[in-house]
């Protein structure tokens, strides 16, 4: 089993910055692809970062330029650094393990909130 534990969520006014953070324990042999997804009440969720246990990165274009995300294989966590961000940013965030960098695996973090105030 893979435990991963979100933290870094929280309110910021437009144009600010958040980082979300990753830890993953338990049996994480094998996990590769760490996925970030956000989501709203009433919406679907959306994948909206990807990195690869080589780094490669992917994002959504409502994203691309303003989110970057990466790891720390030795520690087992990942992190997303949020920027310039806007109203429309805002959900619950989730990671995501056990997957590829199009499709989720079973293993998700708690979610943290981030909402993102004009």
């Known amino acids: 089993q893979v435990q991963l534990v979100e933290s870094g969520g929280g309110l910021v006014q437009a144009g600010g910055s958040l980082r979300l953070s990753c830890a993953a324990s338990?049996?994480?042999?094998?996990?590769?692809?760490i996925n970030w997804y956000r989501q709203t009440d009433g919406n679907k969720r959306e994948l909206v970062a990807s990195?690869?246990?080589?780094?490669?990165?992917y994002y959504a274009d409502s994203v691309r330029a303003r989110f970057t995300a990466s790891r720390e294989n030795a520690q087992n966590s990942a992190y997303l650094q949020m920027s310039s961000l806007r109203p429309d940013d805002s959900a619950v965030y989730y990671c995501?393990?056990?997957?590829?960098?199009?499709?989720?695996?079973?293993?998700w973090g708690q979610g943290t909130q981030v909402t993102v105030s004009s």
């Open positions: 990195i690869t246990g080589r780094g490669r990165t």
């Open positions: 995501n393990a056990g997957g590829d960098h199009r499709t989720a695996g079973p293993y």
């Open positions: 338990g049996i994480i042999f094998s996990i590769n692809v």
